[in-house]
């Protein structure tokens, strides 16, 4: 069992930037790959990017490749999104998700395993 936290959502201007952060409980977090997704009203809960298991690789919804970048610290049990270049189809409830995986990653939504309760960012333009 993992339990995950998410912080550092809020308001912000068209083309500005968020870090978002996700600390995890337990001390299997290197076991776990890591994903942030997010959900928008009305809409289907999304892939934005996910992290191998060592921080080694990583992928992107296309949305976002290269405005976004995901990081994890083993040590600290933190996963980071940093968010630069924001935009109003940006805002929604974003989520941090943990997935039980012997080796590498992926966007699926029904494969990770725990979840935080979210985090709002939205974006004026």
Same mark, same amino acid.
């Given at each position: 069992?993992?339990?995950?936290?998410?912080?550092?959502?809020?308001?912000?201007?068209?083309?500005?930037?968020?870090?978002?952060?996700?600390?995890?409980?337990?001390?299997?977090?290197?076991?776990?790959?890591?994903?942030?997704?997010?959900?928008?009203?009305?809409?289907?809960?999304?892939?934005?990017?996910?992290?191998?298991?060592?921080?080694?690789?990583?992928?992107?919804?296309?949305?976002?490749?290269? !405005?976004?970048?995901?990081? !994890?610290?083993?040590?600290?049990?933190?996963?980071?999104?940093?968010?630069?270049?924001?935009?109003?189809?940006?805002?929604?409830?974003?989520?941090?998700?943990?997935?039980?995986?012997?080796?590498?990653?992926?966007?699926?939504?029904?494969?990770?395993?725990?979840?935080?309760?979210?985090?709002?960012?939205?974006?004026?333009?």
């Amino acid at each position: 069992q993992v339990q995950l936290v998410e912080s550092g959502g809020g308001l912000v201007q068209a083309g500005g930037s968020l870090r978002l952060s996700c600390v995890a409980s337990g001390r299997t977090f290197s076991s776990y790959a890591m994903g942030w997704f997010r959900q928008a009203p009305g809409k289907e809960r999304e892939f934005v990017a996910a992290i191998t298991k060592s921080g080694g690789s990583t992928i992107y919804a296309d949305s976002v490749k290269g !405005r976004f970048t995901i990081a !994890r610290d083993n040590v600290k049990n933190m996963v980071y999104l940093q968010m630069n270049s924001l935009k109003p189809e940006d805002t929604a409830v974003y989520y941090c998700a943990a997935q039980r995986i012997i080796v590498g990653i992926t966007r699926s939504v029904a494969q990770y395993n725990f979840w935080g309760q979210g985090t709002q960012v939205t974006v004026s333009s």
